[in-house]
DNA sequence: CGTGAGGCTGCAATCGATTGTGGTTTCTAG
DNA sequence: CTAGAAACCACAATCGATTGCAGCCTCACG
């Protein structure tokens, strides 16, 4: 690796100080110095292939231009569009993002974001929150700016990105409603993420304001082994009998397909499934699914805008962005049962 | 944001030098310092809650402890998992991933890679690998460490991590040619990229070997919309009626199933449909898609691997890697039909 | 008791850029 | 013709760590 040009040699051959040809090169200095003299230097720049090593630059100017992006677990497809919409806003102004994976795990989070604050990132997009989010709490004691992307924490200053969970879910309920449904199973995702409450609340609001009768199940996660699992104990165990279930995610509602045809079921001709996500390919499943679409890619873009205005502007305004959801109907749903098939 | 304990502030506090406390603070270093002083030089650190700066370190170094991963697009289901397992290699040894899409653009590649190379990465992951790569080869004269990472890219002299495509698809062929179908379709992505004729070349060569009639279509992307447009001109326009179609990956197989659907044809009842990837929910699709399953976390871990040991020999040993892949069989293969529906 | 060998640690240079300060030169205006 | 102001650029400090070199101290051995 032939040792890369730097700003030393450009000076040197331009026959001026380091100093000039830094200013030469920068958009907001290059007024200082000559026309001439300038356009001396950059030509001698590109002769030289130099590029500034932005390494040094962070050191002498503190900010590193690099933004971490913590993420439960990026083969979850719901995050892909977030980080790529994070990426959108922050590649054109010439920030890059380190994204990370905790699985979920505490531990490795905060080992994680130790090792992006000695990064110097200039701030942190958590999409990790949940009720005792520790390591928000003491990146904001350390002054360390942030946002919250897709899920809130609770008692967390900082500002949130998120979409509109209970109008979501009030559209589903509503929409299994007209279809006819009047005993409805909500598959609730893990307590401690606001989501999961923020959902479970709206459902249970919506089916009183409907007249239905609305069941809340709790699964232990947020995936597809659960969605079965549960879904499984509650035509198993429960006495309860729904029509249609609600799912808290698009992984828990393909557990609920999965329950549903293992028990002889189909969807929607004996059971109606709506899911909450859209998340990519959702229309291709068997059946297509009816669910609520998040635009993620947005949530990603307003994350990032925020968290570069928190940056630019240093002001820690603790706002909280909500953009609205949409319902997809599909093939996933359809009119109650005349004779719901086991009763 | 209270200004962070630097060495020096741990210095002092200790009444040490600077260059006692970097001995004292680093593995390979801290048995040139007494070991009382070390241990009280830690208490130190941690009473001040000093984290080493990586910037200032690696300015020193020249080592970011950085690696570049430049993918198509992080939407797109395969590349998730290879990212992850990228990831899963280096964080454990301390280094972190750029990662950054080009949607296709050798333009917007072009920028993100001198961008990369401007933050002083220490080496490269390229997905993007194609005919006329032309990155890749200059970074090679540039002396830049980098592997090829599911893609190869013929001509340039870098390490490539590929599964066996070739084995998959004679698989496939194999196992049509099992369910007695005798005339295949290919639907083949764009040929500047390696997988593409490494694929349609396995696919000509079995059928031959297998005295199938095999007729290759060319897709002009990866994509659904591609697959559905070229299923649709195979059935209208050509004179070839096939009984089965090997796609070459999962999402040209998706646009298959929407074509075939929207043709009224049913799968595998009419026309059986294999995929290439097993992305992510392939088992969910309808029909569950029978396909053939590249291991990509551990293509993503292999090509880290590589990587880190180029940049820690430095040498540049050429060499290519290949996974074994796997046929996953559910329920979007069948016998041939006796009739063809469409004879 | 002298000396050589280690063991430890301080000193200072260094990585590659940015930027406040100040000195020349040139130009303008009175 | 000269004072004052720009315009331009060089100088050097600085960011925070690492590391070769050298010095000091202690200890052991002759």
Redesign the pocket.
């Known amino acids: 690796m032939s ?9 040197r051959l331009a ?12 958009r ?2 290059e ?8 356009s001396r230097v950059r030509a001698v720049a590109k002769q030289l292939g ?13 900010s590193s231009m690099t933004i971490g992006v913590i993420i439960p677990d990026l083969t979850n497809p719901i995050f892909p569009p977030i980080v790529r919409g994070i990426d959108s806003h922050l590649a054109p102004r010439g920030y890059s993002a380190f994204v990370v994976n905790t699985d979920g795990s505490d531990a490795t989070e905060r080992l994680l974001f130790e090792s992006l604050v000695q990064r110097q990132v200039d701030g942190f997009i958590f999409a990790t929150g949940h009720s005792g989010h520790s390591i928000a709490g003491e990146a904001y004691e350390r002054g360390i700016r942030a946002v919250m992307v897709n899920r809130d924490s609770r008692g967390v200053p900082y500002p949130a990105v998120v979409g509109d969970d209970a109008q979501g879910i009030r559209e589903s309920v509503e929409h299994l409603g007209r279809l006819g449904h009047r005993r409805i199973a909500h598959i609730a995702g893990p307590p401690t993420f606001s989501t999961s409450q923020v959902r479970a609340e709206a459902f249970v609001a919506a089916c009183a304001d409907l007249g239905i009768r609305g069941e809340v199940f709790r699964a232990p996660a947020y995936s597809v082994e659960a969605g079965q699992s549960v879904m499984d104990s509650v035509l198993d165990g429960s006495g309860f009998r729904p029509t249609a279930v609600v799912a808290g995610n698009d992984l828990l509602a393909l557990g609920v397909y999965h329950s549903l045809r293992l028990h002889g079921l189909s969807i929607p001709e004996d059971v109606s499934v709506v899911g909450f996500n859209d998340m990519p390919f959702a229309g291709d499943f068997q059946p297509p699914m009816t669910t609520v679409r998040t635009p993620h890619f947005d949530l990603g873009v307003e994350s990032a805008r925020l968290l570069l205005n928190q940056i630019e502007s240093s002001a820690l305004t603790a706002l909280r962005v909500m953009l609205p959801v949409e319902l997809i109907v599909r093939a996933s749903t359809g009119p109650a049962p005349e004779n719901p098939s086991f009763d």
């Open positions: 040792p890369r040009a730097t700003i030393a040699d450009v000076a026959g001026v100080h380091p100093g000039t040809v830094s200013r030469a090169l920068n907001k200095t007024g200082q110095v000559n026309a001439e003299t300038a130099y590029v500034p090593n932005s390494i040094a630059r962070g050191l002498r100017t503190s």
